[in-house]
């Protein structure tokens, strides 16, 4: 069934490959940028801010299913910004009349401490279905594709270092998924009734500390492993500013990052398969396909 679909982020790292995706699919979709004359992809463009509540009432008008794929991550104030984004959308949205917010938040047991970055993203699911809008939340951890900050950490520092010290928390354990799997699983929720109102761990096939993550993706690229070793002192800030001195990620992304490192972020809940069936791609070739996409693009 075609539906009206608006897409939050949709020049981004993740909404700048669903918006095809959705398209391909045969739905009618809006994709939502601050400078809608500017925007040259897929789809129908249109302006909204989700920091301005007031520019969302156009956007939102007639349509079925909200996708939001914006944060602050960028910004010392992010949680705060967050929270006031996600409440105000979501009260324009059911004024809208819409049927269901779809949200990739962040993985993370709740029992856990959680860090700032991954208690925002809960505080997220929460305010966005506030006002009454069904919400579906897909927790993932790192995705692996191109252009994805924490895929582009890893790269960098694989190419640009012949060897690495990295910090205790770097045998923290994660499940990457691979950017064509959370398309896959996007797609498959929206309007999709078994999926409304619900909370989805999504994940690659593959546990693996940060540390594996790093050598694979070695392996990967330059066909050994990178030499290294752990110590048990390298605090958050030193390892934020290491980070953006060895790759171009800016040192506040980098810190609200790390920060989420030491909490394990792993899959505890596989029901995603019962309502998008498949099979996740492992992390070896999420990591190919996001060398492919690089070089082709």
């Known amino acids: 069934m075609a539906l009206t679909v608006l897409v939050t982020g949709a020049t981004g790292f993740v909404g700048g490959r669903l918006v095809p995706a959705l398209v391909d699919a045969g739905h009618r979709v809006r994709a939502m940028t601050r400078r809608p004359e500017q925007y040259d992809g897929p789809g129908e463009p249109v302006g909204g801010d989700v920091s301005d509540p007031g520019s969302l009432a156009g956007a939102l008008d ?3 299913v ?3 794929l914006v944060h602050s991550l960028g910004d ?4 705060r910004m967050d929270a006031e984004a996600a409440r105000g959308f979501g009260l324009a949205a059911a004024a809208a009349g ?7 938040g962040g993985l993370g047991s709740d029992d856990d401490e959680l860090s700032p970055h991954l208690r925002s993203r809960r ?8 006002a009454g809008v069904p919400v ?8 692996v594709g191109k252009d994805g900050i924490s895929w582009e950490l890893t790269r960098q520092l694989v190419k640009n270092l012949p060897a690495m010290v990295v910090p205790k928390w770097a ?10 799997d959370v398309i896959r699983y996007l797609a498959g929720v929206i309007g999709n009734d078994a999926a409304k109102g619900r909370v989805f761990d999504i994940g690659g096939p ?3 500390s940060y540390l594996e993550m790093l050598q694979q993706a070695s392996e990967v690229m330059t066909g050994h492993r990178v030499p290294i070793v752990t110590v048990p002192v390298l605090t958050p800030k030193l390892s934020s500013r290491w980070i953006a001195f060895v790759t171009d990620v800016d040192t506040t992304t980098a810190a609200n990052l790390i920060d989420s490192m030491g909490t394990e972020v792993v899959c505890h809940d596989d029901s995603i398969r019962e309502v998008v069936p498949g099979e996740p791609v492992g992390y070896q070739e999420a990591v190919r396909r996001a060398i492919e996409d690089a070089r082709t693009s």
Do not use: N, S
């Open 62 to 64: 007639g349509v079925d």
């Open 171 to 180: 045998e923290t354990l994660t499940q990457p998924i691979a950017l064509d």
């Open 123 to 130: 505080e997220v699911e929460r305010l966005l279905g506030e």
């Open 66 to 68: 909200a996708v939001y």
């Open 98 to 104: 819409v049927g269901q917010i779809v949200y990739l």
């Open 76 to 79: 010392d104030d992010f949680e």
């Open 206 to 208: 593959d546990r693996l």
């Open 136 to 143: 579906t939340v897909l927790r993932a951890a790192i995705v």
